[in-house]
């Protein structure tokens, strides 16, 4: 299973930005699909995740009603829109799918950098 991510890069605060996250290979069945981020001299958090099963996403506190998770179940594909970013949601993006049904497998892409200038 491969991740290619994209769509990070430098942006001013308050400005947009938006990650995509397409899974190839032997995918078989996503159940879910997200992105996490670590930012330098911090622990990886999870910043929002969607279902593929079902109707279900979940956010980080810090980002909800500015994050927008969203999936293109045809494509394997997860988006990120980031709206009115902040200068503490510098960091390096990652992409991260869960496959299978009772056991669940993790593969990770290589992330992607997001920067907010101030």
């Known amino acids: 299973v491969q991740l290619q991510a994209s769509g990070g890069g430098l942006v001013q605060a308050g400005g947009t930005l938006t990650l995509s996250c397409a899974a190839s290979?032997?995918?078989?069945?996503?159940?879910?699909m997200g992105w996490y981020r670590q930012a330098p001299g911090k622990q990886r958090e999870l910043v929002a995740a969607?279902?593929?099963?079902?109707?279900?996403?979940n956010y980080a506190d810090s980002v909800k009603g500015r994050f927008t998770i969203s999936r293109d179940n045809a494509n394997n594909t997860v988006y990120l829109q980031m709206n009115s970013l902040k200068p503490e949601d510098t960091a390096v993006y990652y992409c991260?799918?869960?496959?299978?049904?009772?056991?669940?497998?993790?593969?990770w892409g290589q992330g992607t950098l997001v920067t907010v200038s101030s």
């Open positions: 991260v799918v869960y496959i299978g049904g009772i056991t669940l497998k993790n593969y």
């Open positions: 290979g032997s995918i078989g069945s996503i159940n879910v």
């Open positions: 969607i279902s593929f099963v079902r109707d279900e996403t």
